[in-house]
């Protein structure tokens, strides 16, 4: 949720689940799209993937986002981006609680609400939390989130002009929500006008997407220890190899990603924690173990470093538990030797295994000392649950396959935007969204962009 969301954990179901429009492509048929001699193993039903920069660090801003277009014409919004969610929303240009941009950065919306009588709409409300009493109340959503935060507003659908990587250019028409009344906790205001939910629920932007024939249903992203990074939606930019995958566990808490039973393991031995569940978010800053993996690593840390030139110092507030050297730290790798990995073994994936080096759980704070960034979840909320945040997630590109059902990560270099127009179109027939001729008369989900 912005502001004080760059240290909230993944967010909690919504309490109104919302609904959304898609209307399937009328326009796809086999004399859309040109034959090609060669048939590529990714010419088929799904289009291509979209590739977009990603702004933002985990010290000191604690946020990633992104800048989407939506509408036509197009208007830039940055959002926070969170797998722990799937509902898509912005502040709204209405009377509104809660906003804290100027209207100009605010979504106007054009009488596009959806309706409750809208199929989809009816799909996405359980009936305890259903607010509609006639077909013809407009959708409302309702999303809280872990930190306290959350978001109230109307369902809508608007064009998102998007580039896939076959360097064709469409706007889909998707569903997100409209915000009016945003609640946001902490002192800082949000620098972002709202959310991007890539969770695996049927209305993230990603099912949306795959739903229509434009991508498969994967989203990944790739988040810079320096900075910055890259989001992207369908599976063009999977490694054929080198990526590590385990089996995504579903239980009674939808719309998010989670796996497990993990071991959690120290310098290479078992630390007899076991049967940890795991939620990867990219909507929390930093991890979070619940209370006994949380103390029995912090030991572990604390008897490691007795006797070595860095002790514990209560002076920083940066984070719960800091460490000061001789002199101050420049950056992670000046302490980095202090310090052992550590590691999540996974017991239902052969080999499986999240190494976290001392890069993927410190920071180095503007005090110049060095601060533990694996936070105690149970005591902030979260119960048993162990959220795998940001700073874990730091240089590796991590992969959510709603289609396998698997979650991977590989080591990738995060500061370059893979070059997807010259990497995936030489010597490659096009996947079939090239050429297709959606008119927007022709095709009402979609309008045709030339940028």
């Given amino acids: ?99 804290t941009r100027p209207r100009e950065y605010l979504y106007k919306p054009k009488n596009n609400h959806l309706q409750c009588g809208d199929p989809l709409c009816v799909a996405f409300h359980s009936p305890a939390s259903d607010p509609c009493q006639t077909p013809d109340d407009q959708c409302d959503y309702e999303v809280e989130y872990a930190d306290q935060g959350s978001s109230l507003g109307v369902i809508v659908n608007d064009y998102f002009p998007l580039k896939f990587t076959n360097g064709s250019q469409l706007g889909p028409r998707l569903a997100f929500g409209c915000g009016y009344d945003q ?71 939808e719309n998010h990603y989670s796996s497990g039973p993990a071991e959690l393991v120290f310098n290479g031995k078992s630390t007899g924690v076991k049967g940890l569940g795991l939620v990867f978010d990219s909507g929390s800053s930093y991890t979070y173990f ?24 209560s002076e920083d507030k940066s984070l719960p538990i800091c460490w000061k050297g001789r002199k101050p ?72 396959d709603n289609e396998n059902q698997r979650i991977g990560w590989a080591p990738a270099n995060c500061n370059r935007l893979p070059n997807v127009d010259r990497e995936y179109s030489e010597g490659n027939s096009q996947p079939i969204v090239a050429n297709l001729g959606i008119l927007e008369q022709h095709c009402p989900a979609y309008a045709l962009y030339d940028q």
């Fill in 329 to 400: 730290f420049k950056s992670v790798g000046d302490a980095k030797n202090f310090f052992k990995s550590l590691a999540l073994s996974f017991i239902n994936a052969k080999n499986a295994q999240l190494q976290l080096s001392p890069e993927d759980y410190l920071i180095v704070s503007k005090h110049g000392n060095v601060c533990f960034g694996i936070l105690n979840g149970t005591e902030v909320g979260l119960g048993n649950l162990n959220i795998i945040g940001d700073i874990t997630l730091l240089d590796k590109m991590l992969i959510y």
């Fill in 290 to 313: 619940n209370s006994q993996a949380y103390k029995a690593v912090v030991n572990l840390v604390r008897n490691d470093l007795d006797g070595k030139p860095i002790k514990e110092t």
């Fill in 1 to 99: 949720m912005g502001g004080d969301k760059r240290n909230r954990v993944f967010a909690l179901t919504a309490l109104l689940i919302l609904g959304l429009s898609v209307t399937f492509p009328c326009c796809f048929s086999a004399a859309n799209h040109p034959q090609t001699k060669k048939k590529s193993a990714r010419a088929n039903k799904f289009g291509s993937s979209a590739v977009f920069p990603l702004h933002g660090n985990v010290y000191p801003l604690g946020y990633y986002s992104v800048s989407i277009n939506i509408g036509y014409p197009a208007k830039r919004f940055d959002l926070d981006i969170d797998t722990g969610s799937d509902l898509t929303w912005v502040q709204c240009d209405a009377p509104c609680t809660g906003c």
């Fill in 183 to 253: 609640k946001h906790p902490g002192l800082n205001t949000p620098p972002t006008t709202g959310v991007i939910g890539l969770g695996n629920g049927k209305a993230s932007i990603v099912s949306q997407l795959s739903r229509m024939g434009l991508t498969r249903n994967v989203v990944g992203h790739c988040l810079s220890g320096q900075g910055g990074g890259f989001l992207f939606f369908g599976d063009d930019l999977v490694p054929s190899s080198g990526v590590t995958w385990t089996p995504m566990s579903r239980n009674s808490m």
